[in-house]
């Protein structure tokens, strides 16, 4: 079965740094092209980034571009999120998920708060 697992998010200050990861099983990731999500307090959820299968490219939101890196690691089923000059409007609970064809249970994400 599939599982999504988010880690590494925390409570950083505006401008801190935050590296999270997504661990990945139960379908074939090395082909698939996975993303990024959030979703803050009272707002619809939102993708911030997408690393496709191939090729490595890779698209982000207008409001991250710039400031955080999607990255994959296939032989670890793993894509990561490196997020520099965090502002308190990136704080939300992120998600990762297939871009395309997304799978229909999300994990329980992992929580990025950003406060001074």
């Known amino acids: 079965q599939v599982q999504l697992v988010e880690s590494g998010g925390g409570l950083v200050q505006p401008g801190g740094s935050l590296r999270l990861s997504c661990a990945a099983s139960?379908?074939?990731?090395?082909?698939?092209?996975m993303s990024w999500y959030r979703q803050a307090p009272g707002k619809e959820r939102e993708l911030v980034a997408t690393?496709?299968?191939?090729?490595?490219?890779?698209n982000y939101a207008d409001s991250v571009k710039g400031r955080f890196i999607i990255s994959r690691d296939n032989a670890k089923n793993t894509i990561y999120l490196q997020m520099n000059s965090l502002k308190p409007e990136d704080t939300a609970v992120y998600y990762c998920n297939r871009r395309y064809a997304a799978f229909g249970s999300w994990g329980q994400g992992t929580q990025v708060t950003v406060s001074s």
């Open positions: 139960g379908f074939t990731f090395s082909s698939a092209a």
């Open positions: 690393i496709f299968s191939t090729a490595f490219s890779t």
